[in-house]
């Protein structure tokens, strides 16, 4: 059988959310106007983002995909190496790359499952390597975002269904599988897995790591030691 | 990288659709396996763009293959063989595919080198090799062809018109069948959907204003003969002028029978020289504008610069007005121009062709103009940012001023506008060269030179290009292809896919072409500026 590292991105590989990735997209519309009014709109979400992030990653998801309501797929798509360079490449913590590496030296197929959106999803995917992306998408009518996504939502428990919906497709052997989040929203996507891994946690997810006795890893600092199951096999 | 969804981009609608789609399904009355596997194929112009992907996929999707015999030019000191062996099969393309297929041995086994020139009498290939082939060849494939649009009258005609001679006096000779490749773009100046089924023969864009014209290739060549007579008795012995001269007799001569250039022009005769041959079975395939592989043998493989590159790179210079209609643009990956040649192949090899295939894409999956003029800008706008060089508050507005679609009477007074600044700028610059001395000006002198120049260029190579994109609608029926497809086995269908209904154009323009012209083509012609 084999086995496979699946990664959350936003807070686990970089430190840029959905909300910074919706950003770059409306100060960058078609027009000048344009961009100052859906960033005026951005602006004054954000309260309302941070609160709804709190309660339900689902409900923050919904309000914010509400948001490219209008915007042309084709734009949505010419702009993500772009907005890869600008904003999420700098972003990216310094031991994010490190760690993929070594899972795939260790012969962990790398999956990202992620909430972020497929157009923006596809520059960070090839600047890491994933063989295999799992994330969300917009609806679209004529290439016209309609503000809502293509169901299921993947979030919180979505994600576990989805890596059990992989590894019985792929013949993965799940409990020799890793998986890396920062947020408490992903615990069962972690629960799934035999090596869950807290990676740069909230507090929230921090207090679970402690409870469950499971490895904590800070890729934001150069000087932290990846878990001991990835060490070990990499001395053998 | 593969993205798990149970969602499938649906490029005509502008919507997802649940579910994956169904493999396709053939009739089987046309099998390229079997076809490929008992009959030998003799490949006419398999070193240009279009060949090389199509040698790599008969390579890679049909190990049945019984024998390939391919002719290539000798280059100066390089015999054909040489040339196929170090050039060809080194290239890009074909170099995975070789690596694949079992290596350089496995291919010396199946392919054999025969040298020619299409300019010549039987291709040019020897009396030795002519006797070798004889009784063995089943089908010629021809994908040779000068393909700029308006280079001297004389290379055109020699290559695209007495080529063609020379190729059908060889599958006479050869007792074979023929494969033709030829352009979408024969139709000339038209408008709205160009059938598949209209006669070849006599055919000129401008028929339909019956003017009491008639075209005739046998008249077309003989005023060929006379302005080539006349040229070698009046001849300037200035070779630019000569050149220039020849040109624009191609361009004048096809543009008074309703055709966009010289190329299109000479292609048709070619295609009527065919039509017009008795007891000849053959297929004649008009790919349109053969752009970026979509999959094959890798995406975004490109080369040369006669399709849409010069835009491209135009666009990524930071061209901000582009006069097109909101009609869409004939475009069709080379792997999928690839693999319908080789569907057609196999279609005549099995009795089952029609006369003519269009292998285009706006029938079923268009792509509208105004599309791809908004990929460009998003392209200069990705570009401009992280440009080192040249005036940074220039680099600035060539980022962010939006690129736009505009009419050609602003394109004119673009032009205007900007010429008479340069002017100004030179007067400003001589004055200055009489107070200060010419030590201090004579450079900016040149680099505005070099920068006149350099406008130039581009407005030749976007006045070109108007006939595909803004005096002409052009949507090329693709019928016939579609029904060949649908002829083959299911096995073939696993191997050979006429898919362009599934382009979505977005990503194919985004990630895949204009990447594919980054990396293959702007290394190759570095443009300045």
Redesign the interface.
């Known amino acids: 059988m084999n086995k496979a590292a699946f990664y959350d991105l936003d807070g686990t590989l970089l430190s840029c959310n959905l909300v910074t990735e919706y950003a770059y997209y409306a100060r960058n519309d078609r027009s000048l106007t344009k961009s100052v009014y859906q960033l005026a709109k951005v602006v004054l979400w954000v309260p309302l983002f941070l609160g709804l992030d709190l309660c339900s990653r689902r409900l923050f998801n919904t309000f914010l995909f509400a948001g490219y309501r209008g915007m042309h797929r084709d734009r949505l798509i010419g702009l993500a190496d772009d907005l890869f360079e600008v904003t999420l490449k700098p972003s990216i913590f310094p031991k994010a790359q490190a760690l993929i590496n070594t899972t795939r030296d260790l012969g962990y197929r790398n999956v990202l499952v992620t909430g972020t959106l497929d157009f923006t999803i596809r520059p960070i995917a090839l600047h890491f390597g994933f063989e295999e992306v799992i994330c969300n998408r917009l609806e679209f009518r004529n290439h016209i975002a309609n503000g809502h996504f293509l169901p299921p939502l993947v979030a919180e428990n979505e994600k576990a269904r989805r890596i059990r919906e992989y590894a019985r497709e792929e013949n993965i052997d799940l409990a020799e599988s890793c998986a890396f989040s920062d947020s408490s929203a992903d615990v069962p996507m972690l629960s799934a897995v035999g090596y869950p891994v807290a990676t740069n946690p909230t507090r929230r997810l921090r207090r679970v790591a402690l409870q469950k006795n499971w490895p904590i890893l800070e890729l934001r600092e150069t000087s932290s030691n990846f878990p001991p199951f990835l060490r070990a096999a990499k001395a053998l | ?5 149970a ?1 499938q981009w649906d490029p005509v ?4 659709q649940a579910g994956q789609p169904a493999p396709a399904q053939g009739t089987g009355e046309i099998s390229a396996v079997s076809a490929f596997a008992d009959k030998t194929v003799l490949l006419l112009g398999g070193t240009g763009f279009v060949g090389k992907v199509l040698l790599a996929l008969v390579l890679d999707r049909f190990p049945e293959l019984k024998h390939l015999v391919v002719q290539v030019r000798r280059k100066k000191t390089m015999s054909g063989e040489q040339r196929f062996y170090s050039d060809i099969l080194q290239s890009p393309p074909l170099r995975p595919t070789v690596a694949r297929v079992g290596g350089e041995n496995v291919v010396r086994r199946k392919v054999q080198i025969v040298e020619g020139d299409l300019d010549q009498p039987l291709c040019g290939i020897s009396p030795r090799d002519i006797d070798m082939l004889k009784g063995k060849v089943d089908i010629v494939v021809n994908l040779a062809g000068v393909v700029d649009f308006d280079p001297p009258v004389n290379e055109s005609f020699e290559t695209n018109v007495y080529g063609t001679q020379h190729v059908i006096e060889l599958v006479r000779l050869l007792n074979a069948r023929l494969v033709h490749v030829s352009t979408s773009y024969v139709a000339g100046k038209k408008n709205g959907l160009v059938r598949e089924d209209v006669p070849i023969e006599g055919y000129f864009p401008m028929r339909d204003m019956q003017d009491g014209r008639q075209f005739s290739v046998e008249k077309e060549l003989e005023w060929y003969q006379r302005f080539i007579a006349e040229r070698r008795n009046n001849g300037s012995t200035n070779s630019r002028n000569t050149r220039e001269h020849l040109r624009k007799a191609g361009m004048d001569r096809a543009e008074s029978w309703g055709w966009t250039n010289t190329y299109t022009y000479t292609k048709s005769m070619g295609e009527q020289l065919i039509a017009g041959t008795p007891g000849l079975t053959c297929a004649i395939v008009r790919p349109a504008i053969v752009e970026s592989s979509l999959r094959f043998p890798f995406a975004g493989w490109n080369e040369g610069f006669t399709t849409s590159a010069p835009l491209v790179l135009m666009g990524g210079q930071g061209v901000k007005g582009w006069p097109v209609r909101d009609g869409p643009l004939e475009i069709i990956p080379v792997d999928l121009a690839a693999a319908g040649i080789l569907i057609v192949t196999a279609a005549v090899l099995c009795g089952k062709n029609k006369p003519v295939y269009h292998l285009a894409s706006a029938d079923t999956n268009p792509i509208a103009l105004p ?1 791809l003029v ?2 460009l800008g ?2 200069a ?2 570009k401009h ?2 440009k080192r060089s040249g005036n940074r508050l220039a680099n600035l507005l060539k980022a962010y001023v ?1 690129t736009k679609v505009i009419t050609i009477k602003s394109l004119q007074t673009r032009r205007a506008r900007l010429h008479r600044g340069l002017d100004v700028i030179h007067a400003m610059l001589t004055l200055g060269k009489t107070v200060l001395g010419p030590g201090k000006v004579d450079p900016y002198i040149k680099s505005l030179r070099d920068k006149r120049r350099q406008i130039r260029q581009q407005e030749i190579t976007v006045d070109k290009f108007l006939p595909f994109m803004f005096h002409n609608s052009f949507i090329f029926e693709t019928r016939n292809i579609r029904e060949a497809a649908g002829m083959l086995t299911n096995e073939d269908l696993k191997r050979l896919q006429w898919d362009p209904e599934t382009i979505d154009w ?2 194919y323009w ?2 895949i072409h204009t990447k594919g012209i980054e990396k293959w083509i702007r290394p190759a012609f570095p443009v300045k500026g």
Do not use: H, I, L, Q
Not at chain 2, 13 to 16: L, Q, V
């Open positions: 990288m593969k993205s798990r969804t969602w609608r502008g919507e997802y599309r908004a990929f998003m392209n706008r990705y940012k992280r939006e977005a990503d985004v990630n």
